[in-house]
């Protein structure tokens, strides 16, 4: 007589109708956010171009807002005879250079940390669990997002482009994130290890490493975001300007109200300025991430090792000695 071979377990469900309704949810995330066609040969380096060519165009978009905002302020010292806003509009073509370059350096540094040595996790927990949440964010971003964005227009035209603009965006963004986690172990460079060769301790700071490495991999959308929206506003009320129809400060206010939907991603003039300079931002803070999470994983192994050692010692104390017996 033969065992029986032991019961398998399904980590979608014992009960078959709940077991058949989450894999065929988990075949909709899967080929929702499955890669390109042509990335299968190497999805890593495919996805390093992706974001070094969305930073370039971010650094494109910060430069050419800051030409036109220079060109405008040079248009509106001439009509307000004023030559301190005359000479501060060429200063900030040279000056917007500098700041582009610098963040450049960073942009190129995030992008060596976003694929330097690989993370290993012992559960794709925290991965899948961020697919889910972010496919509920890209429905709700469809549903009431592409809702309010076309009702805007019922107020105005240029709120209702700053309201499609924002929206397109958003979309963008909320379909990255769940993508960039279902694909989290060939984009981000993330091994999945056996769950012995990690301790509670090891596993929690992995998915610390996880979490940082994920958001800075989203960097560069964000900060392609921030110039296009500072971009639109410095066309926009270079437009205005030009065109006579509005004062300098009108026309910069009203360049800012026609950005009022893209102005929810930063808050406030604040949060603006510090989405332009995230790159710088967001390249520290990983390095604090990670310097925190390796010095972490460490005191947890030497306490594992102190009591390693005082348990050898303990029974080498307890050991019957050769004169003794």
């Known amino acids: 007589m033969t065992d029986s071979p032991p019961p398998s377990y399904d980590h979608f469900g014992e009960n078959h109708l709940v077991s058949r309704l989450n894999r065929r949810f988990s075949n909709l995330l899967q080929r929702t956010f499955r890669l390109p066609a042509d990335w299968h040969d190497n999805p890593g380096e495919c996805f390093r171009t992706l974001l070094s060519r969305v930073n370039n165009l971010a650094l494109f978009l910060l430069f050419l807002g800051g030409i036109i905002s220079g060109i405008v302020l040079m248009i509106a010292g001439i009509q307000e005879d004023s030559s301190a806003l005359f000479f501060f509009g060429i200063a900030v073509i040279p000056a917007v250079f500098v700041v582009q370059f610098i963040l450049s350096l960073f942009c190129s540094a995030n992008l060596d940390l976003t694929f330097g040595r690989p993370i290993e996790l012992v ?6 669990a961020l697919v889910v949440l972010g496919f509920l ?7 009431i997002g592409g809702f309010l964005a076309f009702q805007s227009f019922s107020a105005s035209l240029q709120s209702g ?3 499609v603009l924002a929206f397109v965006s958003l979309l963008i963004l909320g379909w990255v994130q769940p993508w960039m986690a279902r694909n989290f172990e060939t984009v981000l460079n993330i091994k999945i290890t056996k769950a012995e060769s990690q301790g509670p301790a090891d596993y929690l700071f992995s998915i610390i490493l ?8 989203l960097v560069p959308f964000y900060f392609v975001l921030a110039t296009l929206v500072g971009a639109a506003v410095a066309v926009y009320s270079g437009i205005l300007l030009v065109l006579g129809k509005e004062s300098l400060g009108e026309s910069l206010v009203m360049g800012a109200l026609s950005a009022s939907s893209f102005s929810s991603l930063s808050g406030s003039l604040t949060g603006f300025l510090f989405l332009i300079l995230i790159p710088i931002a967001a390249h520290f803070l990983y390095l604090i991430v990670m310097s925190l999470a390796d010095i972490g994983a460490a005191l947890f192994r030497l306490v594992r090792s102190s009591e390693r050692i005082a348990q050898l010692s303990d029974e080498a104390m307890k050991a019957p000695r050769d004169d003794e017996s």
Do not use: D, K, M
């Open 123 to 128: 559960s794709r927990l925290v991965p899948e």
């Open 137 to 143: 964010q890209f429905l709700y971003v469809i549903i």
């Open 161 to 163: 482009f700053g309201a």
């Open 210 to 217: 996880f979490l940082g490495r994920y958001q800075l991999a």
